[in-house]
């Protein structure tokens, strides 16, 4: 072989052997990614999801009614509203005292501090949710959430104001206040700034408290946003019977029912019956929302309770008469968990209040 046919066959080797190294070694190329098999859930989880559509259904994501219009300017007066303090007689008190928003709508408290410290007879509810409910307060005293939001105003055990009037006149001294109920209530007849109109605003801020959760994603069909314990937890809660009535989007709020239905619940406070004087009302109180149970205790209607697990105990004794043992307790616990929402951090910001005027009235401790 001559020296040009050497150095053709040497540029031959040469260029087969970079060929090899930018193929990694192999003459085979690299196998394209195959997407991963779509795997379909079990049928079983399917038909849950639907059998708890059926008997819960997915929250909401507001109350607003044609009677009860939700437009921002009534919900943002609504807002301040609501965390305004001095709408209570010593100035130190607002909704957000005892249904604080950053706390899922409670104060962990079995009764709450009113007016120089006093405290009623009856836990403070969270607030998240409640417009979807049948009534308001635990002995439905309340036909919706614009009428229990002017309750606590004038109660003196709560914040204490003196009469629906003076609670006008102090917010009609705050500069700002007239403006903003103007705004809110365009249609009023005459001045826009009334008492109801202090109910309506509010209610229409909490209209939109809702937190959709894991559940909601489940029953919308991401049938993975429940683990497989939290899953069997929801098929024990209805196969026990807890639906009957822990029903709806509320996952209860619907319906009256009484306490100690099965077994006798030992209770001074008679619900209802305080309300209607009828024998028939008797120890029946609201059947109180699971959604965000895992975090508004203590529970029961006196706060009497102070864990989820002897709240659950308690009920499938008193209402089914079915003792539980630990693992069914633990599942439904595990379940009541995906009950817990989102919160919608910006819609709950504590605004800034209107400032004071000359003529608005000081605090009073008396």
Known sequence: MGRQGETTRILAIAAAA???CACG???DPEPEPQPAPVVEPPAQVRALAERAKAALGVLPTDAETEERPLTPARIDLGRMLYYENRISKNHD???NSCHQLDNFGVDNEPTSPGHQGQRGDRNSPTVYNAAIHVSQFWDGRAADVEAQAIGPILNPVE???????DVIALLRSIPDYPGLFAAAFPAAQGDALTYENVGMAIGAFE????TPGPLDDFLEGDLE???PDAQQGLELFMDLGCTACHNGAGVGGGMYQKLGLVEPYETDDTGRFKLTGNEADKYFFKVPSLRNVAKTGPYFHDGSVATLDEAVRLMARHQLGKPLDAEQVRLLIVFFESLTGRVDASYIARPTLPESGPDTP???TS
């Open 362 to 364: 000081a605090p009073s």
């Open 18 to 20: 970079v060929w090899l």
């Open 25 to 27: 070694g192999s003459e």
């Open 159 to 165: 914040m204490a104001m003196p009469a629906d009037v």
């Open 207 to 210: 209209r939109k408290l809702m």
């Open 225 to 227: 946003a429940l683990s």
């Open 93 to 95: 008190i607002s909704c």
